[in-house]
């Protein structure tokens, strides 16, 4: 069964390659039953390698380049960090008609948070800050940029495209306003630190209402704290944005840039994924009115 393609350049992948390139490569967990999971991630096709293992094949190019990074980076994060994140146990090569490099990694139980309850989501909130908190005092030392290193005023462009691009799908007048807000914000003082730079949904895994493992980190590197706000709109209702910004120990600024952070990311999802995946267009379109609900109140 092929994975579903979301991307122009991306090549096919199916169980039947997965197998191929375990046989070939990694001998030693040939036979093992291979299954997909999900279609929803953008960045990489997932399959489920026997109880224990998940092999990750990069959707593009760009993607693919991440692979050495998070094998490098992530086994020096973990051991600061209060949740799981992905093990790394084995770095693949280009064969078998696939492309690039491709990753084999633990297995990690759990589901993404769906959470709809302010109260409930309260524990949750304070999770996420903490681990939030614990990632930006790792030593930044030696660290790369991350994909999301750039300023707020460096996606101004990009954002006006989309908003003229989704004039008939979202109030773009509304959504144009908090933005330009979001521009006037105070820049970070601060060096930049270590940042997730995706914490979405589909990233991060729960187990009766906590934080148990954050996964994906293909956007990490160094940055603005601010950026790392935007699971307060990507994951969090509205009763639970306080509690998380008082955890996270929010200022006015990174708050209101990280309002821009979120609305620019949801904006370009859903310009590019509108009719290539319902999830994460789905997600945007979530986002993209919670913000816009908060800026009504405000108002």
């Given at each position: 069964m092929s994975a579903d393609r979301m991307h122009a350049d991306e090549p096919g992948t199916d169980d039947a390659l997965v197998r191929r390139l375990i046989a070939a490569q990694f001998p030693r967990w040939s036979g093992l039953p291979v299954e997909r999971v999900g279609?929803?991630?953008?960045?990489?096709?997932?399959?489920?390698?026997?109880?224990?293992?998940?092999?990750?094949?990069?959707?593009?190019?760009?993607?693919?380049?991440?692979?050495?990074?998070?094998?490098?980076?992530?086994p020096r994060l973990a051991p600061s960090l209060p949740v799981a994140i992905p093990v790394p146990l084995g770095a693949g090569v280009p064969g078998e008609g696939y492309p690039w490099p491709w990753s084999v990694y633990a297995w990690i139980d759990g589901?993404?948070?769906?959470?709809?309850?302010?109260?409930?989501?309260?524990?949750?909130?304070?999770?996420?800050?903490?681990?939030?908190?614990?990632?930006?005092r790792v030593d930044p030392t030696g660290g790369p940029p991350s994909y999301r290193s750039e300023s707020l005023a460096a996606r101004d462009s990009a954002v006006r495209a989309a908003l003229a691009d989704l004039s008939a799908e979202i109030d773009t007048g509304a959504a144009a306003r908090v933005w330009e807000a979001a521009l006037r914000a105070p820049a970070p003082t601060g060096p930049p630190v270590w940042i997730h730079a995706d914490l979405q949904p589909g990233n991060m895994l729960t187990a009766n209402g906590r934080l148990t493992a954050v996964i994906d980190f293909g956007c990490l590197g160094l940055g603005d704290v601010a950026v790392d706000l935007i699971v307060a709109w990507y994951v969090l209702p509205a009763g639970a944005r306080d509690t998380f910004r008082a955890a996270v120990e929010a200022d006015d600024a990174s708050w209101v840039r990280g309002i821009g952070w979120a609305l620019s990311i949801a904006l370009m999802e859903l310009q590019y994924y509108r009719e290539t995946n319902a999830f994460m267009a789905g997600t945007a379109r979530h986002v993209i009115a919670e913000i816009l609900a908060g800026q009504r109140q405000r108002a």
């Open positions: 279609a929803a991630g953008t960045s990489n096709a997932m399959y489920r390698l026997g109880a224990d293992l998940v092999v990750r094949l990069p959707r593009t190019a760009g993607s693919a380049g991440d692979a050495a990074k998070e094998h490098h980076w992530l589901s993404c948070p769906v959470v709809e309850d302010p109260a409930e989501a309260a524990p949750l909130a304070r999770d996420l800050a903490r681990f939030i908190t614990a990632l930006h």
